[in-house]
């Protein structure tokens, strides 16, 4: 009954900039944290950026400095500015949001990913 959908992904040249939205919709009572995770080809599963339901954010060290996330709480949405962009940026990124869905359930919920590919 709940879905992430992202949207923003693209082909880009190294040095350039991309904002990536990730919306949660369905049976929600309130969401706590949320994130964007990546995966290289051939790689596991990586954190990128975590933002708290009180703002609070943590960063991969790859991307501080480059990469901003962010979240409009009254439209259950977070996103990822993503500026400065490396090759080594190139991945399938994932947004993941922790929500409650009634009195006591609450999990964990991913989208379906969307492709961010950095190359001249």
């Known amino acids: 009954q709940v879905q992430l959908v992202e949207s923003g992904g693209g082909l880009v040249q190294p040095g350039g900039s991309l904002r990536l939205s990730c919306a949660a919709s369905g049976t929600i009572f309130s969401i706590y944290g949320m994130g964007w995770y990546r995966q290289a080809p051939g790689k596991q599963r990586e954190l990128v950026a975590t933002i708290t339901s009180g703002g609070s954010t943590n960063y991969a060290d790859s991307v501080k400095g480059r990469f901003t996330i962010s979240r409009d709480s009254a439209k259950n949405t977070v996103y990822l500015q993503m500026n400065s962009l490396k090759p080594e940026d190139t991945a399938v990124y994932y947004c993941?949001?922790?929500?409650?869905?009634?009195?006591?359930?609450?999990?964990?919920?991913w989208g379906q990913g969307t492709q961010v590919t950095v190359s001249s």
């Open positions: 993941n949001a922790d929500i409650r869905t009634g009195t006591v359930a609450r999990s964990q919920y």
